[in-house]
């Protein structure tokens, strides 16, 4: 099972910084945080990924807490389009394993 | 950018019957990985696939399920002999090298009578 948790839902204003949480207690040393995002039924599209350090790229921001026991994705101008269900992940081998994510409703 | 493309987008079969879907994974990536969506669900993984072997797979992925790379562009999943259950959206992914990034395609939706 997946060893993070999020909280099921959370809506968003267009326009501002759009803030999620996810805790990965458990998380090993070598063990990298990914983000993912589902429009729909679409399929889930990578945003970011860090270990230990924060990363930033044209799509977000992930700040990894310095014990790495939790993380946030950040959307700094949220728009309709990022309506999404939003999920963060530890990744343990060479698969991905999906829980339930994160439903993020953009507000006009 | 390049991307996984995954055909047909709609499959609808009757029971019992076999389905194969079909995927293009990114050109120069060797590893490759089904997984499948029951609406309202978690995408869910079904198996992953290296150097021309199944390299892991999950107590989803029974008998009636298996997978192929028959030439160097194609990755296939086949369901034997369909269910009601098997009833999904079905996505394909492909990733370049180990703890690199998956990359997912559009999904195949298959509906079974």
């Known amino acids: 099972d997946a060893k993070t948790t999020q909280p099921p839902s959370m809506d968003c204003a267009e326009g501002r910084a759009a803030n999620l949480p996810c805790n990965h207690s458990?998380?090993?040393?070598?063990?990298?945080v990914y983000w993912y995002r589902q429009i729909h039924s679409q399929g889930p599209q990578y945003i970011i990924h860090?270990?230990?350090n924060n990363e930033t790229n044209e799509m977000a921001s992930l700040i990894i807490t310095e014990d790495r026991k939790s993380s946030t994705l950040i959307l700094p101008h949220a728009t309709l389009r990022d309506t999404a269900v939003y999920y963060c992940?530890?990744?343990?081998?060479?698969?991905?394993?999906f829980g339930t994510g994160t439903r993020l409703t953009i507000i006009p | 950018e390049p991307e996984v493309t995954q055909t047909p987008s709609h499959q609808v079969t009757q029971m019992g019957q076999e389905v194969i879907l079909r995927c293009v994974p990114i050109?120069?990536?060797?590893?490759f990985y089904w997984y499948r969506q029951i609406l309202g669900q978690k995408v869910e993984f079904l198996v992953s696939?290296?150097?021309?072997?199944?390299?892991?797979k999950s107590e989803i992925f029974d008998d009636q399920f298996s997978v192929e790379r028959p030439d160097g562009s194609n990755f296939t999943l086949k369901i034997r002999s369909t269910k009601l259950e098997d009833s999904a959206m079905y996505f394909c992914?492909?990733?370049?090298?180990?703890?690199?990034?998956?990359?997912f395609g559009s999904g195949t939706q298959l509906s079974v009578l």
């Open positions: 696939f290296y150097n021309n072997e199944i390299s892991e």
């Open positions: 992940i530890v990744r343990i081998d060479e698969k991905l394993t």
């Open positions: 458990t998380i090993s040393g070598n063990e990298y």
């Open positions: 860090g270990l230990k």
């Open positions: 992914a492909s990733m370049q090298g180990i703890n690199e990034k998956l990359f």
């Open positions: 050109s120069n990536h060797l590893y």
